[in-house]
């Protein structure tokens, strides 16, 4: 089964974008991380990551056309894209929201996510490895 891990903006710049939050992971290393992990649950793990929203939407779109479940970690349009809130509504197998940081520990603007409440679940704070866990969570939901 397919799956797509949908990265929105600057989350290509992991690893040196601010360390003490985001970790020393790169994009890079995230892809091979989600394909590796993908591999062994029996997936086949595409990751996309992009800065332009009309693309995210698409993507979205793809997505909810092809009942793809999708591992969305939305960075900052999480926040206030309603554009890409409204295309995840249309998604018509799961949706798991991934954050890296805990953004409930962080500035108050960070703390409501416009995915949330239509998300069948979220990960917030645990790093890299919510990605990983998101993927297990679709594999154990398949059986
Ligand atoms: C993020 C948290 C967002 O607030 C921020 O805008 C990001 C990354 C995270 O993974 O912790 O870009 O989604």
Redo the contacts with the bound molecule.
């Keep these: 089964m397919k799956v797509l891990v949908l990265n ?4 290509d710049r992991l690893g040196t974008r601010e360390p003490l ?2 970790g020393s992971t790169t994009h890079a290393d995230l892809v091979e991380m989600c394909v590796a992990e993908g591999k062994e649950l029996g997936f086949d793990v595409e990751v996309r990551q992009t800065a332009y929203e009309g693309e995210m939407v698409k993507w979205l779109h793809e997505a909810a056309d092809a009942s793809i479940p999708v591992v969305l ?4 349009w ?2 206030y894209s309603i554009a890409v809130r409204d295309a995840c509504s249309q998604l018509t197998a799961p949706l798991v929201e ?4 805990n ?1 409930h520990q ?1 500035e108050e603007f ?1 703390h409501h996510s416009v995915i949330s409440a239509i998300a069948s679940g979220v990960i ?1 704070g645990l790093g890299v490895e919510g990605y990983l866990l998101a993927l297990r969570w679709l594999s154990l939901k398949q059986k």
């Design positions: 929105g903006p600057n989350l939050i985001y970690n939305g960075a900052a999480t926040h991934v954050h890296i940081s953004i962080r960070r917030v």
